[in-house]
């Protein structure tokens, strides 16, 4: 398909805003400022634009819901902490194509009558907080931001703010507590983030690849737009792909895509000619699928319907020789070390299920191992304010459904098959 | 008692003005600070605080919070590699015992020359081109066991 998200990527110095303009750049701006910021909400509604971070919320609802409150000021905030493993789609928009996300999120803040933004990026990502800083006093210096842009009596100002390494900061209300100055954590809600976000202010938080579409939809109208992907699914889609294949990487496909063409056709196939073993299809929180899922198209209603989740759209595919007890131990670090340990059953579930995974994969695990794991994703389950522990859940109860005999092969033969081990992490 | 430099203490200030609420310079404040001392001990947190005007628990517990502050003394050169799912399928695992035994060091540790501090992090969004690590602000991918030797060499 043609590209429209990344279209910008390869073009050389695309960072600098003149050519960035030069290439059709901040177009949607002039069509913006024609029109009443009513109709750039419907505009986007009409697109069927969903949040592209995971949750796959209508875009169009959540700012309509901001939209109604009748407080002042009100914030945008780019959720650019893309932290969930297998991920990487926001990194081009943040290092290749930064006024791309300006852009987006300049059109955004007028549709909501935003007039202060924050991208909340990532601190792992420091060539990005260079850009995107570098980018925002260009847009500044071309009145494109900041006071009366373009002479209009729209005002937005827009800043960087550096996560420091916090997975949780990705969720949205973790996100404002951060950028206020607390710890990173959930919010119980109501109230909600559109009545009360930063600083106790009507706020809308969207993922960096949801707001990148909102000037292609406003530049060329939500009919084009809405007519790449699924009825319930449009527009197109920035998928990861990674693991064991020939071609992994980004590519931007229309959504509803097959998994089957994604990994064979994209991906150019298992790396050695290896048979396919298994798929984490959105990001290490979603369900794994098998090998006779590959026919499911990759939208929101499809992956739910095969039992997992479309999540971010990142792929993670494994290889016949893969430990599957080893991954999911390696998960399920991860998960442990980025609970933020306020709700009891993941802080301590997700500790418990590292020993327990670990103790397996070094062939120490007992039969009776397998049922305490299930118990315990049960207690994390529906028990937490967040979606990290169910998150971390998903993994192991999906593995234990499909790979259950891999399990108990551990136990049975006191080793692993493939000779791993887990080791000590701090 | 520690004192900020003049150059940490306006990018404080400048950091501040982003915000209608100080206590959000608290971040910025650290990342400053730790470029500054190179590592965020518990004074280095205090002077902080002092600058921003919050309680010096507020900023210990934000440094204690995050992976990216050091709250060690590290060496010259960081070098984080990935070991999330990602890597480890491609291999990760093998290049963190390649790294250990070229440094000596195990994952956490500091070489004795105070050169390199080894450390296995979580997702980089190094995704499809690994495994991955980063030295101090700067990306390695597809590494392989000799690209790792190319790599150290460098520094």
Redesign the interface.
Known sequence: MEKILLKNVDVPNINDIDVYIAHGGYMSLDKMLSMDSKDVLEEVKRSGLRGRGGAWFPAGMKWQFCVEVDRWPKYLIANADEGEPGTFKDRPFLEKDPHQLIEGMIVSAYAIKASGGYIYLRGEYPDAYRIMNAAIDQAYAKNLLGKNIKGSDFSFDLAVHSGAGAYICGEASALIESLEGKRGQFRVRPPYMATHGAYGRPTVVNNVETLVNVSHILNRGAEWWSSIGTKESPGPKVFGISGHLNKPGLYELPMGVPLRELIYEHGGGIKGGKKLKAIIPGGVSTSLLMPEHLDIKMDVKSLQEAGSAIGSGATMVMDEDTCIVHIIWRAMGFFCHESCGRCTPCREGTDWMVRILGRIENGQGRMEDLDVLADVCHTIHHNCFCPLGEGAVMPVLSSLKYFRHEYEEHIKGQRCPKGLKARERH | MITLSKDTLAEIEKAAA???????????G??AAQREFGHLSPEVIEAVAIAVG?PKA?AQ??AT?????WKKPVGKYVIMLC????C???GA?TMLAHLEKKLGIH??QTTPDGKFTLM???????????PAL?VN?TFYYDLTESGIDAILAKY
Request: hydrophobic share 35%.
């Open positions: 982003k915000y209608p609420d100080r206590n959000s310079a608290i971040m910025p650290l990342w919050v507020k517990g934000l919070y995050h992976s990216l502050y070991t999330n799912v990602a480890t399928l491609m695992e994952e956490g296995e992090v979580e997702c980089i969004g190094s995704c499809g081109y690994g980063v602000e």
